[in-house]
T-cell receptor, first 110, second 114 residues
Framework: RKEVEQDPGPFNVPEGATVAFNCTYS??????FFWYRQDCRKEPKLLMS???SGNEDGRFTAQLNRASQYISLLIRDSKLSDSATYLC???????????FGAGTTVTVRA | GAVVSQHPSRVICKSGTSVKIECRSL??????MFWYRQFPKQSLMLMAT?????????EQGVEKDKFLINHASLTLSTLTVTSAHPEDSSFYIC??????????FGPGTRLTVL
């Protein structure tokens, strides 16, 4: 089983829609979680950290469910510029290295 | 945020040649840098951890003699793909951590081996 698994999508949504997707992780001792955004053929960039109590950053909301070992990302009022691949990242508790999911592709259409 | 550069951004080479990729932290010192590889539609896979002044730590399945890493200073790490073959064609990305949890990624190097 992969350390971090994501639904690859793609999620095709119209502008203004809400889109949400999850990421599951296998190591229950994982301690830090992030969502990164990666545009085509570019490097990943940090979108937001994921805190235990859930957190919001503008139109983006991240949630963590430790019992079920998943994190989620919700994008409200989608913009065309939100089209990207969203990578779930988990910091391994044993060596503090990053484990990446394969990414969820979101395409927002006009 | 912190800035990490990579050079070259793209390289095309013949099979059997060696390719060197540089990773620099431009506005901070990094005792540790990381090298990743990403194949199309796949996740970033950590190849190795580059430690300034000491040997790199390689992930399982990564050949240290094929992927030579040198971390000569606190701002520079290099990855050399020796005797490259077509299956080494990939997107190579480095990252550095200036002390916090967050890692900053270089823009990546797209290697194509003919």
């Amino acid at each position: 089983r992969k350390e971090v698994e994501q639904d690859p999508g793609p999620f095709n949504v119209p502008e203004g829609a809400t889109v949400a997707f999850n990421c599951t992780y296998s190591n229950s001792a994982s301690q830090s979680f992030f969502w990164y955004r990666q545009d085509c053929r570019k490097e990943p960039k940090l979108l937001m950290s994921v805190y235990s109590s859930g957190n919001e950053d503008g139109r983006f909301t991240a949630q963590l469910n430790r019992a079920s070992q998943y994190i989620s990302l919700l994008i409200r009022d989608s913009k065309l510029s939100d089209s990207a691949t969203y990578l779930c990242v988990v910091i391994r508790s044993d060596d503090y290295k990053l484990s990446f999911g394969a990414g969820t592709t979101v395409t927002v259409r006009a | 945020g912190a800035v990490v550069s990579q050079h070259p951004s793209r390289v095309i080479c013949k099979s059997g040649t060696s390719v060197k990729i540089e990773c620099r932290s431009l506005d901070f010192q990094a005792t540790t840098m990381f090298w990743y590889r990403q194949f199309p539609k796949q996740s970033l896979m950590l190849m190795a951890t580059s430690n300034e002044g000491s040997k790199a730590t390689y992930e399982q399945g990564v050949e240290k003699d094929k992927f030579l890493i040198n971390h000569a200073s606190l701002t520079l790490s290099t990855l050399t793909v020796t005797s490259a073959h077509p299956e080494d064609s990939s997107f190579y990305i480095c990252s550095a951590r200036p002390g916090s949890d967050e890692q900053f990624f270089g823009p990546g190097t797209r290697l194509t081996v003919l």
